[in-house]
Structures are given as structure tokens and as C-alpha cells.
């Protein structure tokens, strides 16, 4: 396969991994999000030393790289953060619907960072994202779950940063591993001053599920790292809003949690936004006559 196809390939089982990540995180229960943050990123550690004991290549970070690392890690951190807590208080699939406006943040972070372009048109079509999720949040006064849906979409954005920093780790050579286990690491030591004063005692249900949701992790963990060092964020993104399609279907299975019409309306001009964008920057038809794409992204294998 060509680095193109297992991008989709790898973004598809991502959001796949994801969904049941917040399944598993929903089904744990009534636990602070810090603490479920905690271990989900436990288990991705443990995942990522094995996998690089198995290499055998050992750990080793470019000194001019580690600033793109933390910075990856910090917003990764702040992201899970606030997604957990949007999924412990929301309707599954809008809670991964907020968190999915990262692909948008991701274009604009790339156009600062990796100075890739943005046209008008990419312009418009994040501002119709943007107030697809404002019918997602519903930003009245009388929406008690405003609060929430505020934090799932801060969520969106601090992923969106971090995805644009694993694509410059990428471009920069990072093993994807490494990048892992960076951040998984950091977001543990990170939370473990809050967890010596405010840990809850764990029953042995809400234990598996964390364990689950901690494999669940580090499946979609690995899955967004590889597709983002495998193709710029334009040409494989929208395939990561198959996880809205997973969340639904988890959410009504699980929870029997239905969609209000607002939020499928916001659903689908994010969605549909995400797919115009996919389609311009690709050039298909009828945008084929007024796209060129010049390469100002980097080469598809990422490094």
C-alpha cells in the first residue's frame, strides 16, 4: 500500500479505537476525569516500552525536538482532559462530535506552523464547521449542558494542536512510538500531584473499564500518529469523522442515547464541511479546475 492508503487506513481504526475508548470511560462510572485520564494513558505507556523493547532501537529524542514533544504532550494532555469530562456529561456522540473539530484546528495549526496553506475556501468551510458546533453546544443560557459542551470543544482544539505537533515530529523523523510514549508518560506524572490528594478507590468493574479504555487508547493513539506521518493533514483527516458513526452506534447500544435534531444538524454541516475541504484539497470535481495543489505539504511518507 502507498502511504496515502494506510493513512486512511490507519485514521479509520483510530477513530474506531476512540469511540470505544469514551465507551469504556462512560461505562467506568463516576470517577473523576483526572484519575480515568490517568490510567488510560498508563496503559498506553506500558503498550509503547514494549513496543520499543521489541525494536530494540531504545528510546532517543533529538534535543531540537523535544519543545515539539512537550508542546504535543501538554495540549494531548489538556485535550484528554477535557474530552473525558465532555463524555462523562454529554451524549456520547456529541461529546466525540466537539472532540472532532480537531481536524479543523489541525488546518489552521498547520498554517501557522508548518506554514501549509489555506485558501478562502478552507477559510469559509471551517467557519460553516465552526457553527455546526455551535448547534452541537446550543450556546443558551437555558442549555445545562453548556458547560460541558464548551469543554468538549476546547477539547477539539487542544487536539487539533497536538496532531499538528505529531506531524512535525513525523517530518522531523520521531518514531511513532517514541512519540507515544512520550506523551503518555508526561500526562501520568502530569496528573500525579492531584491523584496523591483526590485518588478514588477503584471497584474491580470500573478497573476493566479503564483497563479497556486504556487499550482502546493506545489503538487510536497509535492509528493517529501513523496517519498523520504517513500524509498531511488535507488529504486524510475526514476519515477520522468515522468515529461519529461508531460513537452513535456505541452510544445507543450502551447507553440508548438518541441525538437531539439540533445536534444531528450540527452534525452535518461539520461533517459536510470536512468533506468539501477533503474534496478541494484533492482536487475532484468541481474543484479540479480551481485547486493546485503545489506540495506546500510535505511528502507523503512523512519523514
Known sequence: MNSKIKAIFYIIFSAFCFAWMNAFVRLAGDLPSVEKSFFRNLVAAFVAMFILWREGKGISIARENLPFHLLRSILGTIGILCNFYAVDHLVLSNASMLNKMSPFFVLIFSYFILKEKLTPFQIAAVAAAFVGSLFVVKPTLNNLDLAPSLIGLCSGIAAGGAYCMVRVLGLRGERSSVIVLFFSVFSCLSVVPWLIFHFQP????????????????????????????????????????????????????????????????????????????????????????HVKLDGVNQPENGA
Not at 483497563?211 to 493517529?224: D, P, R, S
Not at 498531511?232 to 461508531?246: K, L
Not at 444538524?265 to 474534496?279: E, P, S, T
Open 202 to 289: 477503584l471497584t474491580g468493574h470500573q478497573l476493566a473499564m479503564l483497563i479497556g479504555a486504556g487499550i482502546a487508547a493506545t489503538g487510536g493513539q497509535y492509528g493517529i500518529t501513523l496517519a498523520y506521518t504517513h500524509a498531511p493533514a488535507r488529504e486524510v483527516s475526514v476519515y477520522d469523522y468515522s468515529q461519529i458513526i461508531f460513537a452513535a452506534g456505541l452510544g445507543y447500544l450502551f447507553f440508548s442515547q438518541i441525538p437531539d435534531h439540533w445536534s444531528i444538524v450540527g452534525y452535518v454541516l461539520i461533517v459536510g464541511a470536512a468533506l468539501v475541504i477533503f474534496l478541494y484539497n484533492n482536487g475532484h470535481p468541481p474543484f479540479r479546475k
